[in-house]
Nanobody, 117 residues
Framework: QVQLVESGGGSVQAGGSLRLSCSAS????????MGWFRQAPGKRRDVVAT???????AYADSVQGRFTISRDNAKNTLYLQMNSLKPEDTAMYYC???????????WGQGTRVTVSS
């Protein structure tokens, strides 16, 4: 059973940076797509960034140029470097994994990011 644990959230002022980590337990290897998602209060959960097994990233328009997703397959860990943070980035951040064509799995408890103006 795949389980993911997010960490690294916190409170920062606008313009600041945070680095989120997502550690995987269970069987996740380099063949999995990995992704970061976020959910602000009262809103739906949206994709922030994804990375395919080849290391190619994709980003939501709202974070393009500010966030960087990366993975370390040897450590079974996914990262999200967040720079130039804005108040609208405030949300609970989650990571998930999936095989090609399958549903996202492994949702953890999330890590909270709060950006103040």
């Amino acid at each position: 059973q795949v389980q993911l644990v997010e960490s690294g959230g916190g409170s920062v002022q606008a313009g600041g940076s945070l680095r989120l980590s997502c550690s995987a337990s269970g069987y996740i290897d380099g063949s999995y797509f990995m992704g970061w998602f976020r959910q602000a209060p009262g809103k739906r959960r949206d994709v922030v960034a994804t990375i395919n097994p080849y290391g190619d990233p994709a980003y939501a328009d709202s974070v393009q140029g500010r966030f960087t997703i990366s993975r370390d397959n040897a450590k079974n860990t996914l990262y999200l470097q967040m720079n130039s943070l804005k108040p609208e980035d405030t949300a609970m951040y989650y990571c998930a994994a999936r095989k090609y064509g399958a549903a996202w799995i492994g949702w953890g408890q999330g890590t909270r990011v709060t950006v103040s103006s």
